[in-house]
């Protein structure tokens, strides 16, 4: 990280809160979950589908964990009565994955028992790289018992071929993204390319394997390569879908939807939203220097 990343890393906690709200609003679908509906109608008058995220993670008290998972099922509910073609995305984290392994599972099962009595997918959310082996462990026991539920690997991670190769046998659903935490060059690649390489090799194998994989991407080198491997094995429109996250490059999003592809977009939302976005700016400088250059345009 340079000195000017480190800058405005250190910086974050004086920025105003009203203006990382300004920053983040195309990113964020809102505090509430009629925000959040209102999106997904947007988006799939678009022509896409979406997964809901209840923002929040990191719980350490067990009535913390209590009302995210009410979160879920509330949100659970509200699909099924709105008619959303919307699945959701799970946090083990936010059920109480570092506090009690038992709780989260108890906590998780609930909320996938009532996703899979709805007919709604559950995505397992793949985290930094002291969750993985209890998130992956997780999956692998849930799978057994239910259909709805897919997981996430992050293609800088080093491990995460020889974590695909294993899940492979279950007909794993999997989304494939780059990943966003901070992770040491011991077990994370740095190389840009190296972890665009990488990436193509996990959708490659995932589809020549005969799993649905979710390209989860807005690098437009990826997403040419993916139309390329599509071409190339003959794989039909519904063996996978390209992800992308709400707010970002609609424009390319537009693309891919207008060249015939399946596109579901993430969308975050809740009162959590100001943590989640101070996070992700100080794991991302770069886009962190738009909040500083947010302060000094506002009111122009």
Same mark, same amino acid.
């Given at each position: 990280?340079?000195?000017?990343?480190?800058?405005?890393? &250190?910086?974050?906690?004086?920025?105003?809160?009203?203006?990382?709200?300004?920053? &983040?609003?195309?990113?964020? &679908?809102?505090?509430?979950?009629?925000?959040?509906?209102?999106?997904?109608?947007?988006?799939?008058?678009?022509?896409?589908?979406?997964?809901?995220?209840?923002?929040?993670?990191?719980?350490?008290?067990?009535?913390?964990?209590?009302?995210?998972?009410?979160?879920?099922?509330?949100?659970?509910?509200?699909?099924?009565?709105?008619?959303?073609?919307?699945?959701?995305?799970?946090k083990l984290s936010a059920l109480g994955q570092s506090i009690d392994n038992e709780l989260c599972e108890s906590n998780f099962r609930e909320v996938l028992e009532k996703a899979e009595d709805l007919g709604i997918f559950v995505r397992i959310d793949i985290e930094d790289s002291s969750t993985i082996d209890r998130t992956l462990d997780t999956y692998r026991k849930f799978r057994k018992d239910y259909t709805n539920v897919g997981v996430a690997l992050q293609s800088y991670m080093k491990r995460s071929m020889d974590d695909l190769r294993s899940l492979v046998p279950l007909d794993v659903n999997m989304r494939v993204c780059k990943g966003i935490y901070v992770e040491p060059a011991e077990i994370a690649y740095k190389d840009k390319q190296k972890i665009r390489d990488n990436f193509m090799l996990m959708v490659e194998t995932l589809m020549k394997e005969g799993c649905y994989v979710g390209i989860a991407t807005h690098d437009r080198q990826l997403v040419e390569r993916s139309y390329e491997l599509i071409e190339r094995l003959g794989m039909e429109r519904d063996q996978y879908e390209f992800q992308m996250l709400l707010g970002v490059l609609p424009r390319l999003r537009r693309e891919i939807l207008d060249a015939g592809h399946r !596109?579901?977009?993430?969308?975050?939302?809740?009162?959590?939203?100001?943590?989640?976005?101070?996070?992700? !700016?100080?794991?991302?400088?770069?886009?962190?220097?738009?909040?500083?250059r947010a302060m000094f345009s506002f009111g122009r």
């Open positions: 990280m340079s000195i000017v990343d480190r800058t405005v890393v &250190a910086l974050m906690p004086l920025v105003p809160k009203f203006i990382v709200g300004r920053v &983040a609003s195309p990113y964020i &679908a809102g505090d509430d979950l009629d925000d959040a509906v209102d999106t997904v109608r947007s988006l799939m008058d678009e022509g896409c589908t979406a997964t809901l995220d209840v923002l929040g993670e990191e719980v350490d008290q067990i009535e913390q964990t209590e009302e995210f998972t009410h979160q879920y099922l509330v949100t659970l509910d509200r699909i099924q009565e709105e008619d959303l073609d919307c699945g959701i995305s799970v !596109l579901r977009v993430y969308v975050p939302y809740g009162e959590a939203w100001y943590a989640y976005s101070t996070r992700r !700016l100080k794991e991302n400088p770069a886009v962190a220097g738009h909040v500083f």
